[in-house]
């Protein structure tokens, strides 16, 4: 048998994959986004209001969740979603229930929506 037959057979078999384009990049909040959401993020957890965060990356969308235990599901989420820039605004907060709060093109007017004292309402 021929030692190069098995090699040659396995050089057929291989497929190349490109590496992801620019275009294909993930979704990312900038460090000025981030400032602005992690400055209100600070004032809630001091104020005993909000425990945990996570920060996903994805395709289409950027979300930052805010948590009152690790546990639980979001009681918030700040997206940044660039598809909707021009229509209605790039920014959203929503909440647990996925009622959006605010909506629009200004990241800090966005966030204002937490100025008015958001609470937890327990049954």
């Not at 209001?49 to 969308?61: K, S, V």
């Not at 009681?75 to 009622?99: D, E, H, T």
């Amino acid at each position: 048998m021929d030692s190069n037959a098995g090699g040659d057979e396995a050089q057929q078999q291989a497929t190349l994959i490109p590496l992801s384009r620019s275009s294909e990049l993930p979704v990312t909040f900038n460090r000025r986004e981030l400032d602005q959401i992690l400055r209100i993020y600070g004032f809630m957890v001091s104020a005993g209001e909000w425990r945990d965060y996570a920060i996903d990356h994805l395709m289409d969308r950027a979300v930052f969740s805010i948590f009152r235990r690790a546990s639980e599901v979001p009681m918030f989420r700040v997206v940044k979603n660039p598809k909707l820039a021009r229509k209605q605004g790039a920014y959203s907060v929503i909440a647990a229930s996925g009622l959006i709060l605010k909506r629009g093109h200004d990241l800090d007017r966005v966030l204002k929506v937490f100025d008015k004292g958001l609470s937890l309402v327990r049954g």
